[in-house]
């Protein structure tokens, strides 16, 4: 990581150049970065730097939960949540940014709106099997769930009982290894 020249203590803007080329530019106002950068001095940078991977983990989505289409449809995941879920894409309208997740369960077909705003253009199979990351968008006077993906991958080929026995298998052991922690 190369440090700008233009950096001192007392500074509006702070770039950060990442060997790939990246630039995080950010404004050090916020009183808690400013108060230890003048207080640590010329390992003043390390502080800052430090508490920007701080603010930025802040700020980051939680870690997406996979859900199937029909603990998604039953209400089962709160407003807001960030999911990961698959199924197969029935129909997209490109008009309104829409595609349809279905999947079966216990002899009924469950599907789930996908707003794929954040990924258009959007090239899709229609058939396919996708996964989609995203957050859950339920609104108010209606009874339909829609998932706002942030990625929709097909993933057409993989064995969908394979993916959901593998679903099962994490959160049985996600439930016992929380189940240890709580024991000691």
């Excluded at 706002?148 to 394979?162: E, H, Q, S």
Aim: hydrophobic share 40%.
């Amino acid at each position: 990581m190369q440090v700008s020249e233009r950096c001192k203590v007392c500074f509006t803007t702070f770039c950060l150049h990442w060997s790939g080329g990246f630039t995080l530019i950010f404004f050090p106002n916020e009183p808690t970065i400013r108060e230890n950068t003048e207080r640590c001095g010329l390992s003043g940078l390390v502080c800052l730097v430090q508490q920007v991977g701080r603010l930025a983990v802040e700020m980051l989505p939680s870690p997406a939960v996979f859900h199937f289409l029909w603990e998604i449809n039953a209400h089962l995941v709160e407003d807001g949540a960030s999911v990961r879920t698959f199924g197969r894409l029935t129909s997209y309208l490109p008009e309104e940014s829409k595609a349809i997740l279905t999947s079966h369960h216990a002899s009924v077909q469950h599907q789930v709106s996908v707003q794929t705003t954040f990924m258009e253009p959007f090239d899709p199979i229609i058939g396919a099997q996708y996964v989609t990351l995203g957050e859950i968008d339920k609104s108010e006077g209606c009874s339909e769930v829609t998932v706002r993906a942030r990625v929709l991958n097909c993933v057409d080929g993989v064995d969908v009982a394979l993916l959901q026995k593998a679903i099962n298998e994490q959160r049985n052991f996600f439930k016992e290894r929380d189940n240890e922690a709580g024991a000691e």
